[in-house]
Nanobody, 115 residues
Framework: QIQLVESGGGLVQPGGSLRLSCTVP????????VGWYRQAPGKQRELVAV???????ITDDSVKGRFTISRDLAKSTVDLQMNSLKPEDTAVYYC?????????WGQGTQVTVSS
């Protein structure tokens, strides 16, 4: 069982910024795909940005140029810097780790973009 512990999130005005952080077990980055998904009300959970096991990033087109995923191997964290936030970014954001058919999720953190 893999535990993923998220922090960050909250309420921000349109155009603002937030940073999410997730602590993951040590040494999983070279084996697992690790990153962030989100789920808006009434919608399916969708990929935001992840690192694959080779260290390449996969980022959804809707957030490219606004969101940046980063990782710190020494601290075993994966962060999501979110800039120029829009109301449509409102969702519960989940930290995610997966290997083949095994997927693990954090508890989720709410991000609300509203004036």
């Amino acid at each position: 069982q893999i535990q993923l512990v998220e922090s960050g999130g909250g309420l921000v005005q349109p155009g603002g910024s937030l940073r999410l952080s997730c602590t993951v077990p040590p040494n999983i980055f070279s084996i697992y795909t690790v990153g962030w998904y989100r789920q808006a009300p009434g919608k399916q959970r969708e990929l935001v940005a992840v690192f694959n096991s080779a260290g390449d990033t996969i980022t959804d087109d809707s957030v490219k140029g606004r969101f940046t995923i980063s990782r710190d191997l020494a601290k075993s964290t994966v962060d999501l810097q979110m800039n120029s936030l829009k109301p449509e970014d409102t969702a519960v954001y989940y930290c995610h780790a997966s290997l083949v058919q095994h997927a693990y999720w954090g508890q989720g953190t709410q991000v609300t973009v509203s004036s």
